[in-house]
Nanobody
Framework: QVQLVESGGGLVQAGGSLRLSCAAS????????MGWFRQAPGKEREFVAV????????RYADSVKGRFTISRDNAKNTGYLQMNSLKPEDTAIYYC?????????????????WGQGTQVTVSS
């Protein structure tokens, strides 16, 4: 079992930045690919970014490419999502997820564990 806890969400003006963290407990995070997803009101959960177990592979949704950066610190059992140049359309609940011993995937159903989410609100 892995428990994931996100933090770092909040209210920010358009153009601002936030850094989300995803702290894992229960098992070493280094065995898991880590993804970030988001869900806005009335919309389906969508892929944001993913990073492989050793951090060597990252993938991003086109909508965040160049603005968001995913990273991880396996020694701290924590993943991160640095979000810059935020836009109102980035407003959503952001979730981190962990996928055991698997390639970095964009598909939510492939993930084994999920956090409870953290709200990000970007005002115009």
């Amino acid at each position: 079992q892995v428990q994931l806890v996100e933090s770092g969400g909040g209210l920010v003006q358009a153009g601002g930045s936030l850094r989300l963290s995803c702290a894992a407990s229960g098992r070493t995070l280094s065995m898991y690919a880590m993804g970030w997803f988001r869900q806005a009101p009335g919309k389906e959960r969508e892929f944001v970014a993913v990073i492989s177990q050793n951090g060597g592979t990252t993938r991003y949704a086109d909508s965040v490419k160049g603005r968001f950066t995913i990273s991880r610190d396996n020694a701290k059992n924590t993943g991160y999502l640095q979000m810059n140049s935020l836009k109102p359309e980035d407003t959503a609940i952001y979730y981190c997820a962990a996928d055991f011993m698997a390639p970095a995937t964009l598909v939510p159903n492939e993930y084994d564990y999920w956090g409870q989410g953290t709200q990000v609100t970007v005002s115009s």
